[in-house]
């Protein structure tokens, strides 16, 4: 039988984003790395909310769900946990991640659910046309921060950390190879994997933007332990540099796994027909 | 009657006086005692054989008092039903009946008067191996449950009139991406926290009409406990037939009351325990998941299936799935979702409830748990000679407007009977003509209506 390869994976709908947009990297990267897994298209479901990356499951031919804002995490979880056997990729920006879906993430990684979340980070709201994002840089200025911003930049990293997520990486959608492994790597993490993929804006903050990222961007040296917590947000709090690669990995049970111990534990009482159901209501005379 | 005493002098103790008064009213109501005794002996079988032996003997000597006081007036029983019973709540008659109907995902956040069924199916469907999720509010509960649904799963979500203010934007998703999903409001006193504790129907419009955008809904509405578990398996029936949002009504008063209720013929039941429609191998080839059809029903698939690949989305799109913002398609398409409720209204059961005189010029018209003192109130008048007729709607949208609107065709006058400041009225006013005399019986909620408030504006019209 044929493999797969990266052509498989391409839905034939033309993306919607600028030309130069950092986000057809990190597409090039997830057909990529679905064609090395030789991930059957049906058993791959990909989950997003709104904004430009959420576009994304629109272009490749596998299962996906474009939702709305912020929600990518809950429905993704929903769709994992009726289909445990297939592999959920959630991907969302920084705004919708970070802003109005920002609670969903500590719950995701508290259930440590079975699925890769990819993170498209422009530092900005583009399919909007330019506002402040929670990651939007401390000198910045865009239209609703025309003065400088108000707010400091939340790190998607050191929130990943103190969530306890159990997997926590970064990329570059410049940096296409690198980012094809850490989704490899992500999606065969057994747990939650979070990346942050730097996905520059050329339109909303400039073409600049990828330069300064190149400029600042360090693959983690080949001696970096990823499962020394301490090591990782020591990386998380760098300044003047940005860390790429595998920051923290640890194991945890999945959610599905620790379902299984809930249900077995719920059969114990024996006989578990709807009639039996029924039967605790029933009273005779 | 002197409970205290009896319990004093047959078990030395005030204690048992509960089982001496529940000993005198089961021979009172001619109530066969075998059951008492025996639930007796095994409710305080762990207290030891003396403890049992005084409280059968408190029971006996209840028995006897009532005896003794023969002379009384004692109700009057044609004959005693023997059959046995179920006694449960509101929330277990939804829980059960969705577990019959087959759901196996359910994602809520607590919330008082719904939490009872969260509860049920935290313990429950982890034995069936279904999927229980905590969620963190009540949006990731609502978006859980459509991933679950897209993920081929029967999901649903309870919740309150807060929580399903939340989940009011999601409920559009699942509109667009056309999926089945069960949303159940236990209604309570609002808005904002109100009275949580308290009943109310006051989460109508909100349900009917509620949401941005073109969003076709289905809504229903159960009148009693029975009725939940008819409602509740005929929700998960339309939800998964239509593949849209299907909500249903309950409140605070039908949720949480025990009722004793005959037991349901689950089997009757089964023709409506339905799985979604799936492609044929035909259909697979260049699948158009969003298909424009007759019924506006398309075939959908789901992960794992192989050629059923599809985008779905809250963002418009065209039959393949594929996103646009032409105004031809959005047409075609929002006529598309909404042609599945004329589906409905021309197919399905329109789960009317009537009462009375076909001849009434005086009619009754109300919903959901308001239904039970409606009957009542109906029930005592035509006993002292009035005619009249009433008409309780269990399916809210889309309603069956033409056999309610031939019933109110025939009447002088109507009382239209709602616990909230007239939503109802507004909404029946919306899809139907109204006789001339409209009597609105309303009250905000909180304590339900008696039979007498009820009794009291009927006979304002029937006189006037």
Request: glycine share 10%.
């Amino acid at each position: 039988m044929r493999g797969y390869t990266a052509k498989d994976y391409r839905s034939g709908v033309k993306p919607v984003w600028c030309p130069g947009c950092g986000d057809y990297g990190i597409l090039n990267a997830l057909y990529q790395a679905f064609a090395q897994l030789q991930l059957p298209p049906e058993e791959v479901a990909i989950i997003s909310g709104i904004g430009c990356s959420s576009r994304l499951p629109g272009y490749v031919k596998t299962y996906g769900f474009n939702s709305i804002h912020g929600r990518a995490l809950p429905v993704a979880q929903g769709v994992k946990l009726a289909r445990p056997e297939t592999t959920v990729v959630a991907v969302a920006g920084d705004g919708d991640g970070l802003a109005i879906g920002a609670g969903h993430f500590p719950h995701a990684a508290r259930r440590n659910i079975d699925l890769t979340y990819i993170m498209l980070d422009n530092g900005i709201y583009g399919m909007t046309k330019g506002q402040a994002s929670p990651t939007t840089g401390s000198d910045q200025r865009t239209k609703t921060t025309p003065y400088g911003i108000v707010e400091d930049p939340i790190n998607p990293i050191k929130l990943a950390l103190g969530y306890g997520v159990t997997f926590i990486a970064r990329g570059f959608s410049a940096q296409v190879k690198q980012a094809v492994d850490l989704i490899i790597q992500a999606i065969r993490h057994p747990g939650f994997a979070f990346i942050q993929m730097l996905s520059p804006c050329v339109t909303f903050v400039g073409r600049e933007q990828f330069d300064i990222i190149r400029s600042l961007a360090v693959d983690l040296p080949p001696d970096y332990d990823p499962t020394s917590l301490e090591r990782a947000w020591e990386i998380s709090n760098e300044t003047g540099r940005i860390s790429l690669g595998v920051i923290y990995r640890t194991e945890s049970l999945p959610f599905d796994q620790r379902l299984r111990r809930i249900g077995e534990l719920a059969k114990r009482g024996g006989n578990h027909h709807f009639d039996a159901t029924v039967r605790q209501y029933m009273v005779a005379s | 009657m002197p409970f205290l005493q009896t319990a004093k002098r047959v078990a030395g103790s005030a204690l048992t006086k509960n089982i001496v008064a529940l000993g005198f009213l089961a021979t009172w109501f001619g109530l066969p005692p075998g059951g008492f005794r025996k639930e007796i002996a095994e409710r305080f079988a762990g207290k030891g054989e003396s403890v049992v032996a005084a409280n059968l003997k408190s029971f006996e000597a209840g028995m006897a008092l009532a005896e003794t006081h023969a002379s009384r007036a004692r109700p009057q029983w044609n004959g005693v039903d023997n059959a046995p019973k179920l006694i449960l709540t509101g929330n277990e008659a939804i829980s059960l009946g969705a577990l019959f109907a087959g759901v196996r995902f359910f994602a809520g956040y607590p919330i008082t008067p719904a939490s009872e069924i969260m509860e049920w199916m935290a313990r429950e469907l982890p034995k069936v191996d279904g999927v229980f999720v905590q969620a963190e509010d009540e949006i990731a509960a609502l978006t859980m449950v459509i991933g679950a649904s897209f993920g081929g799963a029967k999901a649903m979500t309870a919740t309150s009139g807060p929580g399903l203010s939340l989940m009011t934007e999601a409920m559009g998703l699942a509109t667009m991406a056309e999926l089945p999903i069960v949303i159940v409001d236990v209604q309570r006193g609002g808005p904002s926290t109100g009275i949580p504790t308290k009943t109310s129907q006051a989460d109508l419009l909100h349900t009917v009409f509620g949401g941005h955008g073109n969003l076709p809904r289905i809504v229903l509405a159960p009148v009693d406990v029975t009725d939940a578990i008819h409602i509740i398996v005929h929700a998960f029936y339309l939800a998964e037939k239509y593949q849209l949002p299907v909500l249903v009504l309950s409140d605070q008063f039908l949720g949480q009351r025990l009722e004793v209720i005959r037991p349901v013929d689950f089997q009757a039941l089964g023709d409506q325990v339905i799985d979604r429609l799936r492609p044929s191998e035909e259909e697979l080839v260049a699948y158009r998941r969003f298909k424009i059809t007759e019924t506006g029903i398309s075939p959908i698939t789901m992960p794992g299936m192989k050629g059923g690949m599809y985008t779905a989305a809250g963002i418009e799109h065209d039959e393949m799935g594929r996103p646009t913002s032409d105004a031809d398609i959005h047409e075609k398409m929002t006529r598309k979702r909404w042609k599945k409720l004329q589906t409905v209204e021309r197919q399905e059961d329109d789960l009317l409830w009537h009462d009375g005189d076909a001849d009434a010029r005086v009619g009754i018209v109300t919903w959901g748990s308001t239904k039970g003192v409606v009957e009542e109130a109906v029930s005592r008048l035509r006993r002292q000679g009035f005619k009249l007729a009433a008409l309780v709607p269990r399916r809210l949208v889309p309603l069956p407007v033409a056999p309610m609107q031939a019933f109110l065709d025939r009447l002088q006058a109507v009382v239209i009977v709602e616990l909230s400041t007239g939503q109802f009225h507004t909404f029946l006013n919306s899809q139907l003509r109204l006789p001339d005399t409209v009597r609105l019986c309303q009250r905000a909620g909180a304590a339900p209506f008696t039979v007498g408030e009820i009794i009291d504006a009927i006979k304002e019209v029937h006189t006037a």
